[in-house]
């Protein structure tokens, strides 16, 4: 459908929005045209859409086990590209004025106490090849900056600014910020970049890398950490985010300006910050009722 690819491209490079972002939009529609051609024979007569054709496409997402988070994320896309369309006046009306999102049960992010990082960065053997030393320093850098996985990923060695001991990440929506290092996190990065030059081809661009000199991939970076965050915790989810939770967690505990915490993640909004001043409160829920003799 050629609005659905003028969209697509108006995301992508008006609105930068990353790859990943961008094929999510795409299988939203994607599946809800599918659903209307199925159950309607509607094919591009979007100015004959309404509400009840997007309730209709909700109540089967239900059926088939879709959770109301997932439906959500799936009625947002829509609500993106039919106000897409009524900016570029191809529609009168948003068929989506009408459609209540389900309610979604709020739930905290997921992090690692604090005593659990340190027991790690203790008990952790010094590394001794080049793929031990990428993986450590890995799961150090997640820690101590709170970048996402794919921040890292994308890492230059001109990224690193030692002489203003920061490094320069490049988030969602293209969006530059500056992330402040430790002077031991600064001495682990320049000696492996030291390191790299012995062991991998100059050619490598990418501040991180395989031995083969290719740069580290998504998948790569989960198992890392997920390897290495099963020696201190029990939790389910051991990904990298766990990391970020657990870095703005931990920092909020310390007194940390709730700003100053948004700027370090990136958020464009306090509103996606907040959310770990919930796992604050229920740590000093749970100080009280350990300490306080009425509790």
């Not at 997402?61 to 590209?81: C, D, P, V």
């Not at 051991?238 to 007194?255: D, E, I, K």
Request: glycine share 4%.
């Amino acid at each position: 459908m050629h609005s659905v690819q003028a969209f697509l491209a108006y995301i992508q490079s008006e609105k930068k929005y990353s790859i990943h972002t961008v094929q999510a939009y795409q299988r939203d529609l994607e599946q809800f045209f599918l659903y209307l051609k199925s159950n309607y024979s509607l094919g591009e007569e979007l100015d004959t859409l309404s509400h009840l054709h997007v309730r209709g496409w909700m109540a089967q997402l239900k059926e088939s086990g879709n959770e109301a988070r997932s439906i959500n994320r799936k009625i947002s896309s829509l609500k993106s590209f039919f106000n897409y369309l009524l900016r570029q006046q191809q529609i009168v009306q948003s068929p989506m004025a009408k459609v209540v999102t389900p309610k979604t049960k709020k739930r905290l992010p997921v992090f690692v106490q604090e005593e659990n990082m340190d027991t790690l960065a203790r008990q952790l053997p010094n590394p001794i090849t080049f793929k031990e030393h990428t993986d450590r320093l890995v799961v150090e850098l997640l820690y101590q900056t709170g970048m996402r996985r794919s921040e890292l990923k994308n890492l230059k060695e001109s990224d690193l600014d030692v002489s203003n001991k920061r490094l320069k990440v490049l988030g969602k929506g293209n969006k530059e910020r500056l992330l402040p290092l430790s002077d031991a996190m600064i001495d682990s990065l320049q000696n492996y970049l030291l390191l790299k030059k012995t062991e991998v081809e100059p050619s490598a661009s990418h501040f991180f890398c395989l031995e083969n000199g290719k740069p580290l991939y998504a998948k790569y970076i989960y198992l890392v950490v997920t390897n290495y965050l099963s020696l201190v915790s029990t939790l389910d989810k051991r990904s990298p985010h766990v990391l970020r939770h657990s870095f703005a967690t931990h920092l909020l505990n310390q007194g940390a300006d709730l700003n100053a915490i948004k700027e370090l993640l990136g958020h464009a909004n306090l509103t996606a910050t907040q959310v770990y001043t919930h796992n604050s409160i229920e740590r000093l829920k749970d100080i009280y009722k350990k300490a306080h003799p009425k509790a």
